[in-house]
């Protein structure tokens, strides 16, 4: 039944010849891509697991950067002390995604490539002003998430680290859909100098920035300065955990929470 090839490469360059194929598909965490190809919705010829492959695990800093490998779990982010060090509304991101078990498998390449709109690091991400480092190419956070469950990757681009630059302040701030813990909204809030990012997730068919409140907390950052600044229901998601309008209504919410956070 399941008919497909499977290689576990050492190097990052046998990996990238290994997903060249049409219908090959990288293995990180298998959170999302077992389940699939157990329900036949993906059958990959070749799965190519990236597991093996040291170059792409692992959190270090670079300048003001922080820098963390493809497969670096999210169990690994919210434990690690470069990263509470450096960004911990990045850690605290980490540590609310799903179970444990999801945590200790579950990648920060996967849950990028995997562009689900409820995920949490593509708030993360857009809200930090990140850059995806892959094998061929950087992409900024903003170019990234293209729409639901697609991104700007290549057929066979294989995702290395995501670098973030460290801000002055962040905060995440998240309601989470009780049984996945995914987000029904989450807001990431960053200031760095004068400049301030708001990214959504959960709410839309893919993060996006708030403007309206990205301007406001420029000029002040703070709760009360985002207490004017309404979110409208036009093109949200509406589903059975929530209606557009209630999103609309959570997304005003957990700003002002994530910016309260952030201190
Ligand atoms: C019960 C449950 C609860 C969850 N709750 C949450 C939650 O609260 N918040 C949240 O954000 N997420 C949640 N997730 C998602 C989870 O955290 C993982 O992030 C997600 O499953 C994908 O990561 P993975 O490493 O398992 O990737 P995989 O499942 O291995 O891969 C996912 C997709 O990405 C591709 N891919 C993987 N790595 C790369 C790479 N380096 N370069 C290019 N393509 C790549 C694969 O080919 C595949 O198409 C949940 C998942 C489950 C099962």
Redesign the pocket.
């Known amino acids: 039944m399941y008919n497909f090839n499977y290689v576990r490469p050492a190097s990052l360059a046998d990996a990238a010849k290994a997903?060249a194929g049409a219908d090959a598909?990288?293995?990180?965490?298998?959170?999302?891509?077992?389940?699939?190809m157990k329900q036949r919705l993906?059958q990959?010829s070749d799965l190519v697991d990236?597991g093996g492959i040291a170059e792409?695990k692992g959190i270090k800093m670079d300048g003001n950067n922080l820098v963390i490998g493809?497969?670096t779990?999210?169990a690994e982010v919210a434990k690690s002390s470069v990263v509470k060090g450096a960004i911990p509304a990045l850690a605290v991101l980490a540590d609310?995604?799903?179970?444990p078990?999801?945590?200790n498998?579950?990648?920060?390449?996967?849950?990028i490539?995997?562009n689900?709109p409820?995920?949490?690091?593509?708030a993360g991400l857009v809200g930090l002003g990140a850059t995806v480092v892959?094998n061929k190419r950087k992409i900024a956070a903003d170019d990234f998430f293209k729409g639901m469950f697609e991104t700007a990757?290549g057929a066979g681009?294989?995702?290395?680290a995501v670098s973030f630059p460290k801000p002055d302040k962040a905060a995440y701030a998240?309601f989470?859909?009780p049984a996945?813990?995914?987000?029904l909204v989450g807001v990431f809030v960053s200031k760095s100098g004068n400049s301030a990012r708001v990214a959504v997730?959960g709410a839309g068919p893919k993060v996006f920035r708030q403007a309206d409140m990205e301007k406001a907390l420029a000029a002040s950052f703070s709760a009360d300065a985002l207490k004017s600044v309404k979110q409208s229901a036009g093109g949200l998601n509406s589903d059975i955990h929530g209606s557009a309008e209630y999103r609309a209504h959570l997304v005003g919410v957990m700003a002002r929470r994530a910016v309260a956070a952030a201190g």
Do not use: C, W
């Open positions: 997903a598909k990288v293995l990180a965490g298998g959170q999302t891509l077992l389940p699939t993906a990959p990236l792409l493809a497969m779990t999210h609310g995604i799903g179970d078990q999801v945590r498998r579950g990648t920060i390449g996967g849950s490539s995997n689900d409820a995920a949490d690091y593509p892959t990757l681009e294989i995702v290395t998240k989470p859909q996945s813990r995914f987000a997730t």
